[in-house]
């Protein structure tokens, strides 16, 4: 059974432009979480899908970031204009049920030059 | 709010030397605890999980007891391996979302 996947794994963007980050679950998982690391720092919780619902989008930082889950499969996060600040590490996570294990992608590294 | 305060690394070992990695939470209610492992150039990985209070999580030779007296949650191995080398996550379920400490990058020296 494949794991979560995440797209592309890297990304060097300029700042100002345009980035979406893509996040496969496994399949049948109705939940689905962004998570998000900047450098030496925690990993922060961005958002919370159960099927296509924004459950949580609480961490979401302002309104330059957009998820979206059509569908109730993949899910996409958009950052626009992208700032220096916004790099980091994006985890994608999916569980069946929620407070139950979460199986993390390998994350997509965002460096905003 | 909930929070997870963990031991600054890194963490320089030698091969077959024992391993703890404090963590400590703040929690309002009941959460489980887990610790997350990632591995150079690899995603996120549950090591262990402990659901409630006094239960010991355990796999590849690491444990950790979830105290509630203490509210901790310290990470344990008695002889680590070079292959060991990672950055551990110590992590709270809370509201249907996860909360991680800041991670501890261990090195394990041959």
């Known amino acids: 059974e494949a794991g979560v996947t995440q797209f592309p794994s890297h990304s060097v963007i300029e700042k100002g432009q345009t980035v979406t980050l893509r996040c496969d679950p496994i399949?049948?998982?109705?939940?689905l979480y962004w998570y998000r690391r900047v450098m030496g720092k925690e990993i922060k919780f961005l958002l919370h899908?159960?099927?296509?619902?924004?459950?949580?989008e609480s961490g979401m930082p302002n309104n330059r970031f957009l998820a979206e889950r059509t569908g109730g499969t993949y899910s996409t996060l958009k950052v626009q204009p992208a700032e220096l600040e916004d790099s980091g590490v994006y985890f994608c996570a999916s569980s069946p049920i929620p407070d139950v294990q979460a199986f993390f992608g390998q994350g997509t590294r965002l460096t905003v030059v | 709010g909930d929070s997870v305060t963990q031991m600054e690394g890194p963490v320089t070992l030698s091969e077959e030397a024992f391993l703890t990695i404090n963590c400590t939470y703040t929690?309002?209610?009941?959460?489980?605890l887990f610790w997350y492992v990632q591995y150079p150039g690899e995603g996120l990985q549950l090591l262990l999980k402990?659901?409630?209070?006094?239960d010991k999580g355990s796999n590849k030779g690491f444990e950790a007891t979830y105290r509630k007296e203490t509210t901790s949650f310290h990470l344990e191995k008695g002889s680590v391996q070079v292959s060991d080398s990672a950055v551990y996550f110590c992590?709270?379920?809370?509201?249907?979302?996860?909360?991680f400490g800041k991670g501890t990058r261990l090195h394990i020296l041959p």
């Open positions: 929690a309002t209610g009941y959460p489980s």
């Open positions: 992590a709270l379920s809370a509201d249907d979302k996860i909360i």
């Open positions: 899908f159960v099927k296509e619902s924004k459950q949580d």
């Open positions: 399949s049948g998982h109705d939940n």
């Open positions: 402990a659901t409630k209070a006094d």
